[in-house]
């Protein structure tokens, strides 16, 4: 590839996706080390990509935080002013879908990602569900800079050392673990109950538990389990997104839902046990090279009912959701003896 090119890789939102996407494009940088790269995201993900060298970065918020179809004319006019010759298009949603047109007009290659919703669907429909595994994320990334004129291999992750952030002292001896219990939807997070046993149990077993969280109610869980269990420590609001990845890297094991957690784990090679409920990960969406023994899920015939965990459970109790902490116990126990 010509030293003069420059390639557009795309991807706005969500978290995890975003994370899924450093794979690739560190990929890239291996690959095409005398190429220039631009990342347009958001501006809260740009420290995912701290390790990926020469990385540039549009951001879809303005200077005056305009997200709107009249920044997606100003990045336009940004991109093509810094040289873009390539566009990779791994979101490709209404926004991203006109800055491609906008760019192909100046001249730029592009392609966007096949996000397969019709083998998606088969998987989520009523009955005769279709759990034939489809391509990782982060597979079909690396399709689209395929088209796009890179084509690249996708490495497994090994285990990358980072300071531990400084609010949690030193690296003691034992073993340390993460609980992330939350998601969005609630199709996608542990419940009350199991997760405060959850908590209890690994206090019990391990040395240190991190718990990562959200705000509001969120947050309020881990400060209550942080004072019932005196090994137990709760994140949210001590360190900086960028710190909770440096924090994951140095413990021995992590617990996630299918939500952003499980892909910040996987940017450092930490073993995590994923537990599945409304989602499934035969849709392509586990951590990048995690092991098929850590994903638990339960066998029922209304599950996976959705791909990305919004629809509401047709017996309104998230059944689901319902995997016995033991049994991720168990998993962690394997992992980190």
Known sequence: MPKSDRILVVRLSAMGDVAMTV?????????????????????????????????????????????????????????????????????????????????????????????EKALKERATRPTDKDLTPLRHSVERYADVLSKVGYPIELPQVGRYERALPAPFGERSEGRWIGIAPFSKQEGKTYPAPLREQLVGLAAEEFDRVFIFSGGGAEREFAGAMENRHP??????????????????????????????????????????????????????????????????????????CSVYGEKACQFGDYRCMRVAPERIIERLRAITQ
């Open 231 to 304: 090994n137990v420590t709760a994140v949210f609001g001590r360190i900086r997104l960028d710190e909770e990845v440096d924090l994951m890297a140095n413990l021995d094991a992590m617990v996630s839902m299918d939500s952003s957690a499980m892909h910040m784990a996987s940017l450092v090679g930490t073993p995590t046990v994923s537990v599945w409920g409304a989602t499934h990960p035969a849709t392509g969406f586990y951590g990048w090279g995690s092991s098929s023994e850590n994903r638990l899920q339960l066998d029922l015939p209304c599950r996976p």
């Open 23 to 115: 794979h690739a494009v560190a990929a890239l940088r291996r690959a095409y080390p005398d190429v220039a790269i631009t990342m347009l995201t958001r501006r809260a993900w740009i420290p995912f990509f701290r390790d990926v060298e020469r990385v540039d970065f549009l951001t879809l918020e303005g200077a005056n935080g305009e997200k709107g179809i009249a920044r997606v004319f100003q990045l336009a006019s940004e991109a093509a002013a810094s040289g873009v010759t390539h566009v990779a298009d791994l979101h490709d949603v209404l926004r991203t879908k006109l800055l491609r047109a906008l760019l192909r007009l100046r001249g730029c290659r592009v392609a966007k990602i096949d996000k």
